[in-house]
C-alpha cells in the first residue's frame, strides 16, 4: 500500500514568518493530495488540496506544491499568525472505481509564536 | 447543517466489553470510513463503504466490525475490545467522484482498561 512520509514532526515559527512542511509518498500512482488542519479536540479540517495534474496552487496564505517525479508535495504557509498553530496532515489517495482511500502522513505540530 | 456526527465523545470500556460507535453525516454522501488516531501515527483506516448496504476493509480492520444500514449512517462495533484499541476514533465522508474531498467529525476518545 501507499506510505507517506512528512518531516518535520514540530516545527516553531515567529508570528510573520513562514512555514514549509514537506511529504514523501511512495505509491506513483496516486492522484490526490488534501492538507489537513486539526486543532486540538476537533477533527481534520480539508485546508487545501492538489490534484496530479496540477504541479502548484495557491489559496490566499496557503500554497501547496507537487513534484510528482520526486514524488514529494509541501505545504507553504506565508504571514503566518497565532490561529495558524495546530497540527498539519499531509496525505495521499489513489482514486481506484469504488474508492476514495486516505493514507496520511503523522503530522506536524506547527506553534506560531506571538 | 451539522456535517459529520459521532457519538458518543467519550467513553470508557473494560477490557472484554463491547460497543458501538455511532457516526452520522447530513450532506448526501455516498462514502463514508471510519479511521484511528493513535500518537505518532497519523491516522489509519479501519473499515470504509462506498454507499448502502457495503463495507471493505481498510489498513487496521481486526477487532472491528462495521455496519451501514441506511446511507446517512455508519456503524463501527468493538465485539471484545482490548487495551490496543485505545485510541481516538474519527469517521468521514465524501462523495463518490474523483478527487472529492473527505469531511470529518470530531472524534471519539475511547479508552479501554
Known amino acids: 500500500g501507499e506510505n507517506v512520509e512528512q518531516h518535520p514532526s514540530t516545527l516553531s515559527v515567529q508570528e510573520g514568518d513562514s512555514a514549509v512542511i514537506k511529504c514523501t509518498y511512495s505509491?506513483?500512482?496516486?492522484?490526490?493530495f488534501p492538507w489537513y488542519k486539526q486543532e486540538l479536540g476537533k477533527g481534520p479540517q480539508l485546508i487545501i488540496d492538489?490534484?496530479?495534474?496540477?504541479g502548484e496552487k495557491k489559496d490566499q496564505r496557503i500554497a501547496v506544491t507537487l513534484n510528482k517525479t520526486a514524488k514529494h508535495f509541501s505545504l507553504h504557509i506565508t504571514e503566518t499568525q497565532p490561529e495558524d498553530s495546530a497540527v498539519y496532515f499531509c496525505a495521499a489517495s489513489l482514486y481506484q472505481t469504488g474508492a476514495n482511500n486516505l493514507f496520511f502522513g503523522t503530522g506536524t505540530r506547527l506553534t506560531v509564536i506571538p | 447543517n451539522a456535517g459529520v456526527t459521532q457519538t458518543p465523545k467519550f467513553r470508557v470500556l473494560k477490557t472484554g466489553q463491547s460497543m458501538t460507535l455511532l457516526c452520522a453525516q447530513d450532506?448526501?454522501?455516498?462514502?463514508m470510513y471510519w479511521y484511528r488516531q493513535d500518537p505518532g501515527m497519523g491516522l489509519r483506516l479501519i473499515h470504509y463503504?462506498?454507499?448502502?448496504?457495503?463495507?471493505a476493509k481498510g489498513e487496521v480492520p481486526d477487532g472491528y466490525n462495521v455496519s451501514r444500514l441506511k446511507k446517512q449512517n455508519f456503524l463501527l462495533g468493538l465485539e471484545s475490545a482490548a487495551p490496543s484499541q485505545t485510541s481516538v476514533y474519527f469517521c468521514?465522508?465524501?462523495?463518490?467522484?474523483?478527487?472529492?474531498?473527505?469531511?470529518f467529525g470530531d472524534g471519539t476518545r475511547l479508552s479501554i482498561l
Open positions: 492538489i490534484r496530479s495534474n496540477v
Open positions: 463503504s462506498v454507499g448502502e448496504g457495503t463495507t
Open positions: 505509491d506513483s500512482a496516486s492522484n490526490y
Open positions: 468521514a465522508s465524501s462523495y463518490s467522484r474523483r478527487w472529492e474531498p473527505q469531511h
Open positions: 450532506m448526501n454522501h455516498e462514502y
